[in-house]
């Protein structure tokens, strides 16, 4: 079974900072690890997903992640945040041959400070 | 692009009440979830459905039906509210591409029990 940790559960940032949002996993096997992004009142959107290659991926809206099967994590990243990026960020984890199921984090709850 | 529809938006209901979730959706996707949203607790799989007439439980089906009537639409009751219950359910869908596809999630229908 595999579980996913996001420690922090609130991270308050100025615009135009920069942003990590962490995340940890545990699975021994082969996993796919994605993040998402909900908006107050809002269903989740995709942001960008990892399987396998490249360990940074490229998301939407300047928003990158980096796997790390070492610290068996997946930290979300920004460089430089804007108002609208305020929202509850989802880490989520499948195993393979899981059938697409996502088990997912608790969820970050960013609000960037103008 | 397409959509997920759920309805209705908010729910409101008395306890042992039996209720229905709807959703629907026109991406054409083979597979459909039900997930539970509680503050402070993430996101939990109630059912999904990884084909027309297919149905399998997930992590918190207990309390819960669903049905697949066709592709495009995915129901899920609440065999008997809680008092003092309040959540948000969310319904989501994907294609399958081996074990890897993101989902794309409705609004939420956000459901409270007098």
């Known amino acids: 079974t595999q579980t996913v940790s996001q420690s922090d559960a609130h991270v308050t940032v100025f615009e135009g900072d920069s942003v990590e949002l962490r995340c940890n996993y545990s699975y021994g096997g082969s996993i796919y690890l994605s993040w998402y992004i909900q908006h107050h009142g809002r269903g989740l959107q995709f942001l960008l997903k990892?399987?396998?290659?490249n360990p940074v991926v490229q998301g939407v809206n300047g928003f990158e992640a980096e796997f790390s099967k070492s610290d068996s994590s997946f930290h979300l990243r920004k460089a430089s945040v804007h108002w609208s990026d305020s929202a509850v960020y989802f880490c989520?984890?499948?195993?393979w041959g899981a059938g697409n199921k996502l088990t997912f984090g608790i969820g970050t709850r960013v609000l960037v400070r103008p | 692009g397409g959509i997920i529809t759920q309805t209705p938006k908010f729910l409101i209901g008395q306890e042992g009440q039996k209720l229905t979730l709807k959703c629907q959706q026109n991406?054409?996707?083979?597979?459909m979830y039900w997930y539970r949203q509680d503050s402070g607790k993430g996101l939990r799989l109630i059912y999904y459905s990884i084909t027309e007439n297919d149905l399998q439980k997930g992590d918190l089906s207990e309390g819960y039906d669903a049905s697949r009537e066709k592709k495009s639409s995915f129901s899920l009751t609440v065999t008997s509210a809680q008092k003092n219950e309040m959540a948000v359910f969310l319904c989501?869908?994907?294609?399958?591409?081996?074990?890897?596809?993101?989902?794309?999630f409705g609004p939420g229908t956000r459901l409270t029990v007098l």
């Open positions: 990892y399987y396998s290659g």
């Open positions: 989520a984890v499948s195993a």
């Open positions: 989501a869908s994907s294609i399958i591409q081996g074990a890897i596809a993101e989902q794309f």
């Open positions: 991406f054409n996707h083979d597979t």
